[in-house]
């Protein structure tokens, strides 16, 4: 047992220490809109208040117990692993609602953690979503290795034993418990200071004593601090859908639900006369009689707050507090124990996994490297092959390798990428396409003996096709076995000035005018922009309490969990039944089930997860080949692509790069003609350059000058020219970190990884001094100079985990350069497959159809005749395509398909699959009548034009179909015989209008062309033209907001790209000027001034002034894509 | 009362900011502008209109609109623009033009409302905005377009919608003119010559004046809220009671009965009245629909709620107005705030309902906060000195009292967001045997005040 050091009390000498206390019934945020604290603060307030440990009980949840145990490491407590279980022990006495049971179940040993797990998940995957409940006897069985405590508090009205039938239940309650529970169980009492706590202790206390079940005081905490109790009861505003004014008795009534210490619970629960500590209100009123005259001892035991407290006490409450600490102490279970382990590969023939793995990754290298393969290579998969076998993950290889196997099977394009394109056993198997051996990769950054932890392989796939790979998992392994990972969704800022807004009963406009003044980002940067000036731009008072109150709530709800959902692909297997690991509940997709663990989470007991990831351009790319074959008949291969195509090179170094895989977005396009790229490995590093850590470690301006021949290549220190020559002296990749450190500072492979996770995302400060103290004898011991060891440090600790690794660059630089040949060479399939993959990628379908116009694309607008659900090729019109493949086919020409019309759902495009799937539409009548479509869709389709070949003209297709679409006006209509009309037709600014509202794209031209002659008279110049505007002078643009930015890393600056019928302009506004403009620049249409920057062919506005345009009135509804 | 629109119409448009803004605003504006013409009507946001007729011997129309202008103007009412037509979809659109050119009224001549629509955009039609939208997109702008179709198309393609429509856009609308204040509700009244000094003629004169009344309210179709009972005394002085049943009514017997209650209180109790009467009248002053909800035979509150309403009327025309009360729960911590007593609002047609106040089952610990054995209604002040944080003594009106023993502190607050409170709540035993029930709090300013709450017997 751990005991509590004394401390000083004012007035001098040192207090007797009160009795051990542990809470054994703490909630976090994890208790859904019931914990108001994060498992890490109450790890720290635990700490705090010298609580040797702590146990975590979530309602029927264990998904903060590894961020719990984690941060208790941090801090010197000892996690207890629990959770809280409603029970019901049957129906009511009157046949009602069963009486119900709040029991927190403490892990005693590994085997009580795995059955724990198994009623979560039992009671999560049978129940509807929301609180659910577990028939007692379901528990039978079941309760080994787990410590009971019964709280009464939480348990249903039907067994309170104030009344003589409630006491009757409470006993059966606890005869059965005490039958499942034998020598486990405890009676948990409550007592939060409010004027009924006292007697309802008393009587559970004469219950126990009845009953001979020992008891132990709680305080059952929903948050770490009394400040959190606001957070709180906003939490239960939002659970129950109430207002604050309108919650009444929902909210508790004080703040006496914090975490508290072994000293305040003593001053609760002392019992310094002995006897009972919480009478019934009449035996006060009686003892109080016959004892007024006896003394000056009080005559009932709930003590003052500030008592004289006798030197040692050994009354029933010390005795109990202390025993809370025993029952801590039997828990000796830490997640560190389990051994999650991975289902046996079945090998065929029944053979050893390793073997198995062996033979084919040496079939792989025959194929990848030639027969035999070279001494290289063939002595670096030997060295992964042992380390695998000494780690024994051949079964986890031959899984990942059997899901690949899976997807090519059935045509779904997939890549690995990530840290496992390191490994030249990954490239065997077919699951990476990069070749480390020949890239000279780091294998340690993928798998480390030393490390004892699994390897991390993401494999991307076609994202149209993942469901069927997710399904193919799930079906492979069993859905007892197999389970997604979640995602803990927590309160940023917006979402907090919302739920805040909605307790406080603001108005739903005022509501939405807070939340249009914080920008996206945490809810502490909300509540401070509110504060500087938000709260009164959206009309409220800033000293008003409610307003104060909302700042309050804002700050309070950063990073708590809002709700929970599936991570984008993490997939766990296990051989054990995985609900019994972790538990399992019910995704709100149909066939998922998730774990309630974040990915994060599955380091620590050593899981080891399968990142099955959709990637909307390997779609693209898929449907780009077949469309390619289709067409033209050409059968491209991406494994076999012409290498280091000029004419690539040339389109990629001219940032000509819309849709292009990862150089498309306005930072990349702006190095590009920087960097010009010309060879694989260029692009390699192009990938890596634009990503936080280079930027924030200041690598990317000293790489680009360097690459452009004006500063010279100098290294810090000479051993590092070979690791870093290929950068230019520049580290630019993790590996390069890991391998400095290996190079300088003496460190093992091993090492230099655990000093790449130390530094890495969520880090942790402890590591960190060890490691950074570690680098710098190990850079003192190889002769590294002070001044050249500090720069080392510092670049180190900028990028470890913010960059790329290079492996991973490298994969996605195989994709960087078969979209771009795509695009260079088949622009029209390139863009037929990229709409058809959409939503996906930088730019709105409306930009990239205009790009490709502005490739001699020939696009034709959405039509009913001919028109499929997705983007089709037609034969085009005969025109030469630039710089055409000698003797290929001439292009087609882009039909948009019926998927861009808006308003069109899922029922609406089976309807449409299945009547043309009966035969091309012949006439307006016939697609009335045959697609089943209602009055709504049809009108939009014929203001899309979608009838023009059924019936030209729009206006008098949309006429001719509202007659249709009506239908028959029945028997007693009157027949009347209608004249032809014609409208009006539209003018072409009516149609592309009409296109952008009814489809949000145009293959009639750009809405801004027709502001010509206005932008011409307010002397605005064309994007394209932009580049003959002298540096330094002044230039104005008009055009569509197509992208506004404001990276983190950028300190409040804002990148706005406005597009025209030439091109696109890119804008700088700084923060100030930001500020001044932040409604203008709201704006869809604006004509933006500033001044020429121009650095190489890269030309920048400095923003100085902004307008907001519009088309005389008309809407044009442009899609900004919107980043932080 | 809704009647066709007159022959001609004027409208009214006026800047929607502040209290003018909604429907709420035109009403308000409505009522300013009787003062320029009888018949007025709340026409949406920013609108009203007003009866144009007879004008031509008081001025013309030119003359009203400088009236209402003049009306709107005394009370602040900032109009943009006045138009007056045959119809009110043309006198809006006058109006609408009035308030683009900004000067004075824009006058359409008797029988040009269709011609006067043609150039109007089709927004200027009141259409539902989704066939506004389809017309647009067929690339009508005008009104005069869409009146150039024939009927039986736009009848084919638009239904109901397209024939208003087509109607509008020729100057045809026959949309009901509301006016805001409906032909005067039903009174009746009879001088009693000579002047009646005792209660029974005067139940008599009353038993005929409510018959009229109520057969005057029967031919509206709705019951009375509340009736005025005013009694003209000889001395010239009148006085007035009110009869308000607890539901809607026109039953003339119990507004009698109503009625007796009121004059026996203005007897001396012998059926003697204090002054003698020359006249009485009975004026509704506010009518509602009459209830019909479905009864139910095997519910005993449907024997008959007429009946249980007349008493409630009786025994409060009696006992006075908030005689009549019924408990209301209130979801508060603080012991004194948990029940309310709250008078049944009479005549409402609201029938008094007890509903707990929201908790839920796993919330239910949280409401268990009883107080004392006897609660006092309001917290009164006491003094108490205290010992290491605990009552020692305790000073009110009727001394000090020693503490023997304490219990507590029990702990109640809430409120933080509008106006924080927090209690720590103590049961004192004295050592005269009392058992009190004593909290203290801290206020704002950082005072501590102590507060006796309730006592054991």
């Keep these: 047992m751990v005991g509590l050091s004394g401390r000083a009390r004012p007035g001098g000498g040192s207090a007797p220490p009160p009795p051990p206390f542990v809470e054994l019934a703490a909630r976090s945020g994890f208790s859904l809109l019931d914990g108001a604290s994060n498992p890490e603060t109450l790890a720290e307030r635990a700490a705090g208040l010298g609580m040797p440990a702590l146990a975590l009980a979530d309602r029927f949840d264990l998904g903060g117990a590894v961020r719990f145990a984690r941060a208790c490491e941090e801090v010197g407590v000892r996690p207890i692993t629990a959770a809280e279980v409603r029970v019901a022990l049957g129906s009511g006495r009157t046949g009602g609602a069963p009486v119900t049971l709040a029991l927190a179940l403490l892990c005693e040993d590994r085997g009580g953690y795995h059955r724990l797990c198994g009623l979560v998940t039992e009671a999560r995957l049978a129940g509807s979503r929301g609180t659910p409940l577990l028939p007692l006897f379901r528990l039978a069985g079941r309760t080994d290795g787990l410590l009971c405590l019964l709280r009464v508090r939480e348990s249903g009205p039907g067994t309170r034993p104030g009344t003589e039938a409630g006491a009757a239940a409470a006993r059966a309650a606890i005869d059965r418990l005490r039958a499942l529970f034998p020598d486990r169980l405890w009676v948990a009492l409550e007592h939060h200071g409010l004027p009924d706590d006292g007697r309802a202790c008393a009587s559970w206390l004469a219950l126990c004593r009845e009953a001979g079940v020992p008891w132990a005081p709680v305080n059952a905490p929903l948050y770490a601090r009394p400040s959190d109790r606001i957070v709180h009861d906003v939490l239960t505003c939002l659970r129950h859908g109430v207002t604050l004014d309108e919650a009444g008795d929902l909210l508790k009534p004080n703040a006496e639900w914090h975490l508290k210490g072994a000293e305040a619970m003593r001053e609760r629960w002392c019992f310094a006369r002995g006897g009972d500590a919480f009478p019934p209100v009449e035996a006060v009123v009686r003892e109080g009689r016959e004892d007024r005259r006896s003394g000056p001892h009080p005559p009932f035991g709930c003590q003052p707050a500030e008592p004289v407290l006798p030197p040692s006490c050994e009354c029933d409450g010390c005795r109990a507090l202390a025993r809370t600490a025993e029952i801590a102490e039997r828990c000796r279970f830490r997640l560190s124990h389990l051994e999650p382990r991975l289902p046996a590969f079945p090998v065929p023939g029944g053979g050893e996994p390793q073997a198995f793995l062996r033979g084919l990754v040496e079939q792989g290298a025959r194929e990848r490297y030639g027969d035999p393969p070279g001494e290289r290579e063939r002595r670096q998969i030997e060295h992964e092959l042992s380390v695998i076998g000494r780690l024994g993950l051949a079964d986890y290889f031959l899984v990942m390798w059997d899901i690949v196997r899976f997807a090519r099977r059935e045509g779904i394009l997939v890549q690995g990428r990530g840290s496992a394109a390191n490994s030249a056993v990954c490239y065997c198997l077919g699951i990476t396409a990069v070749d480390p051996v020949g890239l000279d990769l780091l294998f340690e950054r993928f798998l480390s003996e030393s490390r004892r932890e699994p390897p991390d392989i993401d494999l991307d796939i076609a994202h149209r096709d993942r469901e069927r790979v997710l399904q193919y998992v799930y079906d492979r392994w069993g859905r007892d076995h197999a389970a997604m990972v979640c995602e803990s969704i927590t309160y940023r800022g917006k979402m907090a000035v919302r739920d805040a807004a909605r307790v406080l009963g603001l108005p739903r406009e005022t509501s939405d005018r807070l939340s249009a003044e914080v920008e996206r980002g945490g809810a502490d940067d909300a509540a401070r922009r509110l504060a500087e000036g938000g709260l009164a731009a959206a009309g409220l008072d800033p000293r008003a309490p409610r307003s104060r109150a909302l700042l309050r709530i804002v700050r309070g709800l950063e990073d708590l969990p809002r709700h929970r959902s599936i991570h984008v692909g993490g997939f766990v297997l296990s051989s054990r039944p995985i609900g019994e690991l972790v538990p399992v509940e019910r995704a709100s997709m149909p066939a998922r089930t998730i774990l309630q663990w974040d990915k994060d989470d599955l380091d620590l007991p050593g899981f080891i997860k399968f990142d099955l990831l959709g990637l909307g351009m390997l779609t693209m790319l898929s449907d780009g080949l077949r469309l390619v074959r289709e067409s033209r008949g050409v059968a491209l291969d991406l494994a076999a692509l012409p290498p280091d195509d000029p004419e690539v090179y040339d389109m990629i170094c001219a940032a000509d790069t819309v849709g292009v895989f990862q150089i498309e977005s306005r930072a990349q396009m702006n190095t590009l003609p920087r960097v010009r790229p ?447 | 009362m809704s009647r066709p629109f007159p022959a001609r119409v004027a409208s009214v448009r006026f800047t929607t900011d502040g209290a003018m803004d909604g429907a709420a605003g035109a009403a308000r504006a409505a009522a300013i502008l009787l003062a320029a013409s009888p018949r007025v009507a709340a026409a949406g946001a920013g609108l009203c209109r007003a009866d144009a007729r007879g004008w031509e011997r008081r001025g013309g129309e030119a003359a009203l609109a400088r009236a209402l202008r003049a009306s709107a103007s005394s009370a602040g009412l900032a109009v943009t623009g006045v138009g007056i037509a045959d119809v009110p979809v043309a006198a809006d659109a006058a109006a609408l033009l009035a308030a683009e050119r900004g000067g004075g009224p824009v006058i359409v001549p008797p029988g040009s409302a269709a011609r006067f629509l ?340």
Excluded at chain 1, 927 to 954: C, K, M, Y
Excluded at chain 1, 1078 to 1107: D, I, M
Excluded at chain 2, 170 to 177: H, L, M
Aim: some cysteine.
């Design chain 2, 118 to 457: 043609a150039p109007f955009p089709l927004a200027a039609l009141p259409l539902p905005a989704h066939l506004l939208e389809t017309l647009r997109a067929l690339g009508l702008r005008h009104a005069g377009e869409l009146a150039a179709r024939p009927r039986e198309e736009l009848e084919a393609r638009f239904g109901p919608d397209g024939l208003r429509a087509h109607r509008l856009a020729r100057g045809e609308d026959d949309r009901p003119f509301r006016a805001l204040c409906p032909d005067a509700p039903p009174a009746a009244e009879l001088d009693l010559d000579p002047p009646a000094d005792s209660l029974e003629p005067l139940l008599f004169v009353l038993r005929h004046l409510l018959a009229r009344v109520c057969a005057d309210l029967a031919d509206l179709g709705r019951g009375a809220v509340r009736l005025d009972l005013e009694m003209a005394l000889e001395d010239g002085t009148r006085r007035t009671a009110a009869l308000v049943p607890a539901r809607p009514t026109r039953r003339d017997g119990l507004l009698h009965d109503l009625g007796r209650a009121a004059l026996e209180r203005a007897g001396d109790g012998t059926g003697r009245l204090a002054a003698p009467v020359a006249g009485l009248a009975v004026r509704v002053v506010g009518v509602a629909a009459l209830e019909a909800r479905q009864g139910d035979l095997f519910r005993a509150e449907w024997r008959d709620p007429m009946a249980a309403a007349g008493v409630l009327s009786r025994i409060r025309a009696r006992l006075g107005e908030e005689a009549v009360v019924w408990p209301a729960p209130r979801s508060d911590p603080r012991p004194e705030s948990r029940n309310a007593w709250r008078p049944v609002e009479m005549g409402s047609g609201a029938w008094p309902e007890v509903a707990p106040p929201p908790s839920a089952a796993e919330d239910a610990g949280a409401r268990e906060v009883p107080g004392a054995l006897h609660l006092l209604p309001e917290p009164e002040p006491v003094r108490v000195r205290t010992e290491a944080g605990r009552p020692r003594e305790l000073w009110d009106g009727s001394g000090c009292r020693e503490v023997a023993a304490v219990e507590g502190p029990e702990r109640l607050s809430g409120d933080w967001w509008k106006d924080p409170w927090r209690r720590e709540y103590f049961r004192l035993c004295t050592t005269g045997g009392e058992l009190l029930w004593a909290f203290r709090e801290v206020r704002r300013d950082g005072a501590l005040r102590w507060w006796l709450h309730g006592w054991w017997d």
């Design chain 1, 678 to 1124: 010309r060879t694989f490995y260029d692009l390699v590093i192009e990938v890596a350059l634009i990503r936080p850590g280079p930027i924030q470690g200041d690598m990317v301006h000293p790489y680009l000058r360097r690459r452009r021949g004006e500063e010279p290549v100098t290294y810090l220190d000479p051993r590092l020219e070979p690791l870093l020559a290929r950068t230019l002296g520049v580290p630019l990749f993790q590996e390069q970190g890991m391998k400095v450190a290996i190079t300088l500072a003496g460190f093992t492979p091993a090492q230099a990884d655990n000093m790449r996770r130390a530094m890495g995302f969520k880090r942790s400060h402890r590591k960190m001094r060890e490691v950074e103290e570690d680098l710098v004898a190990g850079l003192a011991a190889n002769g590294v100079a002070p001044d050249v060891a500090e720069k080392v440090l510092q670049y180190l600790t900028a990028f470890a985990n913010y960059g790329f690794p290079e492996s991973h660059s490298a994969s996605f630089a195989l994709l960087v350069y078969a979209s771009a040949f795509l695009k260079r060479w088949y622009a029209p399939e390139f863009t037929c497959a990229l709409l058809n993959a959409q939503p996906m990628g930088f730019y709105s379908p409306a930009t990239i159809v205009h790009d490709a116009r502005r490739h001699g694309v020939e696009v034709r607008p959405v039509d009913l005749a001919v028109s499929e659900w997705d983007c089709t090729l037609e034969p085009g019109a005969g025109e030469e395509f630039r710089s055409q493949p000698k003797g290929a086919a001439p292009p087609p020409a882009l039909r948009i398909g019926l998927r861009f019309v808006h308003g069109l759902g899922p029922r609406a495009r089976d309807r449409l699959r299945a009547a043309r799937e009966a035969g091309p539409f012949r006439s307006v009548e016939d697609v009335v009548r045959r697609s089943g479509l209602g009055p709504s869709d049809l009108r939009v389709l014929a203001e899309a034009g979608a009838f023009e070949t059924l019936w030209p003209g729009r206006r008098d297709a949309l006429w001719e179909v509202l007659r249709r679409a009506r239908g028959d006006a029945g028997p007693l209509a009157r027949a009347v015989p209608e004249r032809p009309v014609s409208f009006p037709p539209m003018s072409p600014f009516e149609r592309v209008l009409a296109d952008y509202r009814t489809t949000g794209l145009s293959s009639g031209g750009h809405p801004v062309a027709f502001l010509r002659p206005e932008l011409d008279r307010r002397g605005a110049v064309r994007a394209r033209d932009l580049a003959t505007v002298p540096a330094g002078a002044r230039a104005r643009v008009g055009g569509l907001v197509i992208c506004r930015q404001r990276p983190g890393t950028a300190k409040g600056v804002m990148f706005l790209t406005l597009e025209d019928e030439t091109g696109f302009a890119n804008f700088v506004a700084m923060p100030d000027l930001r500020e001044r403009l932040r409604n203008v620049l709201r704006a869809p249409l604006l004509l933006l001034e500033g001044v020429v920057e121009r650095e190489g062919e890269v030309v920048n506005v400095l923003l100085r002034e902004a307008a907001s345009l519009d088309l005389a009135g008309r809407e044009v509804r442009g899609q900004s894509r919107d980043f932080r």
